[in-house]
Each structure stands twice: as structure tokens, then as C-alpha cells.
């Protein structure tokens, strides 16, 4: 598996935007049961992550030539841009003088699951008014997840970012992020945000959260109803994939064991997508690949510490 990321991005490769969060991971690992008021033992990590720069370094590795559009603390552009570079991200960061660069404690069990407990810091300033005419293009795709739109004051940004991305020929896909935070900002409310999106790749939280049905067929079946492709992650039951030309697919997980599932929804939308972007195709054969590129990756992504891909020489 650890080959499939190691070519980079050649000419002719998909050039892809992704705009929204990056942030500092904090990874705390317990070894045993959390002691309220007193110690407990743990093994803690400190990495970069955000979904959004995550799922970046994910295409970059992929083999996508990506430019990153987010925002941070004035003090950690540097370090933040030299992690994306060192992840062969070409980062567009801007600096915020007064807000704290994004943070998230990520608390894992021992089955892998995860707490997470969120600042956004910088991030709550980033705006789709980014995203200039001229970037947009020279670009094929555009991604980004729901985090950017749960606390953005201007809701409709959004549509008009996806109308001026198909107006210049670029296609549009969203990770919706957070089944938490669907609840809070309204699911239909989300929806609307999003509307006119290409793809979409939740997880079973989030497709309920965002449809209020349980079944996963359900859910997939509410979701094409709405947008062209849809990519419903299943956790270790693998994904389930449905079109509006009545396409259904579905595939196992690959994961054997997993130390830390941060991270891995995302390294699934970016190899899902990479297929999917360098195919320019819908065919099942097509979306089969896409399925098991993206399975492959979040398997990898699962059986190491930290969010992002390991880099390459």
C-alpha cells in the first residue's frame, strides 16, 4: 500500500483547490481509563491535522497537484506552510494577528475512537471570498469540508462559491465534517449551503444528521436525491455508493487494525477523489477503483499516529 503515494504529481496530473481548516492536533492516548481528578497515563502527540489541510496532503500524496487556501495564527505561518510543502501542498496561507491558530485534543480509546474537543481558532476567519477568480481558473476540482461552514457569518457564500466554481468549469465535492456540528448548524440548513455540490463524502453520523434517516441505504438513497454522487463511509463496515443514474456500489473496509482513526475519512475522500478526478469517468469499473484506492488509504491512515500521510522521498 505504502507505494501507492510515493509518485508525485506529473504534468497533466488534476489540479485540485481545497480551502478550509488547518489545525494543531494534540493526540492523547490513555492507558487505561480516564481518572477523573487526579493523573492518568497517556501517551500524547503533537501534529498537524484539520480536515481540510489533512485531505490536502492526502491528494498531494495521491499524486494532485493541490493548493491549499487557509488561515492561521501570523506566528505559525512559517510552520504551517513548511509542513504542507513537506507534504508537496502548495500552501496559500494568511495570517490572523489576533486569533490563535486552530487546535483540537484528540482523546483516542482504546478501540480507536475518538473525542474531540475543537478551537478554531484562525479558521472562524476564513471566508469562500478567498478563493479568487484567477485561482479558481486554473483549477479542475475544488474541496472543502463542512467545518468552513458551521460558523461562517454569511451562510450563502457557499452557493455563490459553488456556482462561481462550476461557472469556471470546476467541479465541487464536500466532506460535511462533523455529525455534532450538522446538529447544531441544522441539517437542512447544511444542506442549502452546500446545494449544487458534485460530490459529497459523509460518514454514517453525518448522513443521518443531515437526512434524519437510520439506514444506511436510507440515507444513501435520501442523499442522491440531492447531489450527483454520493460516498457514504461506513466505518469498518467499508463504504456504500450511490449515483443519480442508479449506480449502487459497496466495498469492505481494508483496515486490519487501527492505532488512530483520525484522519482517515480524509485520506479516503482524497484517494476516492484522485481516482475519480484523474478518470473523468462515472463508469461503475471507474467507481470501483475510486472505492478501493480510497479503502486503501484510510487503512494506511489508521495504522499510524497522526492525521496526515507520512512524507515521501
Known amino acids: 500500500m505504502a507505494e501507492l503515494g510515493s509518485a508525485h504529481a506529473a504534468a497533466g496530473s488534476p489540479r485540485v483547490i481545497v480551502f478550509g481548516d488547518v489545525i494543531d492536533d494534540i ?3 490513555p492507558t487505561g481509563d480516564i481518572r477523573p481528578d487526579t493523573d492518568t497515563p497517556a501517551s500524547i502527540v503533537r501534529t ?7 485531505s490536502a496532503a492526502w491528494l498531494a500524496w495521491a499524486g494532485c497537484h493541490v493548493d491549499f487556501i487557509g488561515r492561521v495564527h501570523v506566528t505559525d505561518l512559517d510552520r504551517h506552510r513548511a509542513l504542507l510543502v ?8 494568511l495570517g490572523e494577528p489576533d486569533l490563535p491558530t486552530g487546535a483540537i485534543v484528540v482523546i483516542v ?23 479568487g477568480a484567477d485561482r479558481l481558473s486554473r483549477a ?3 474541496h472543502f469540508t463542512g467545518y468552513s461552514v458551521f460558523r461562517h457569518p454569511r ?6 462559491l459553488i456556482r462561481r466554481a462550476h461557472d469556471a468549469g470546476v467541479t465541487v465535492s464536500v466532506d460535511p465534517g462533523s455529525a ?8 437542512e440548513r447544511f444542506l442549502e449551503a452546500i446545494d449544487g455540490s458534485d460530490i459529497i463524502v459523509p460518514n454514517l453520523d453525518e448522513g443521518r444528521a443531515l ?34 443514474e442508479g449506480i449502487r456500489l459497496t466495498a469492505p473496509s481494508k483496515a486490519i487494525s487501527a492505532l488512530d482513526t483520525t484522519g482517515a475519512g480524509d485520506a479516503f475522500c482524497a484517494s476516492f477523489l484522485a481516482v475519480l478526478l484523474r478518470e473523468s469517468s462515472r463508469e461503475p469499473d471507474v467507481l470501483s477503483r475510486a472505492l478501493s484506492s480510497g479503502l486503501d488509504a484510510a487503512a494506511l491512515a489508521v495504522a499510524s499516529i497522526g492525521a496526515r500521510p507520512r512524507p515521501t522521498a
Do not use: K
Open 140 to 142: 479542475g476540482h475544488l
Open 109 to 131: 480509546s482504546a478501540d480507536g475512537a475518538r473525542t474531540m474537543l475543537t478551537q478554531r481558532g484562525a479558521n472562524a476567519a476564513l471566508t469562500p471570498r478567498d478563493i
Open 155 to 160: 451562510v450563502e457564500d457557499f452557493p455563490d
Open 211 to 244: 437526512t434524519g434517516e437510520n439506514d444506511p441505504a436510507e440515507v444513501l438513497d435520501a442523499l442522491v436525491a440531492r447531489f450527483p454522487l454520493v460516498a457514504l463511509t461506513l466505518g469498518r463496515d467499508g463504504v456504500a455508493l450511490g449515483t443519480q
Open 48 to 54: 498537524a491535522g484539520g480536515s481540510a489541510a489533512n
Open 86 to 93: 513537506e507534504a508537496r501542498v502548495s500552501p496559500h496561507l
Open 180 to 187: 455534532g456540528f450538522i446538529g447544531d448548524f441544522g441539517g
Open 27 to 29: 493526540i492523547v492516548t
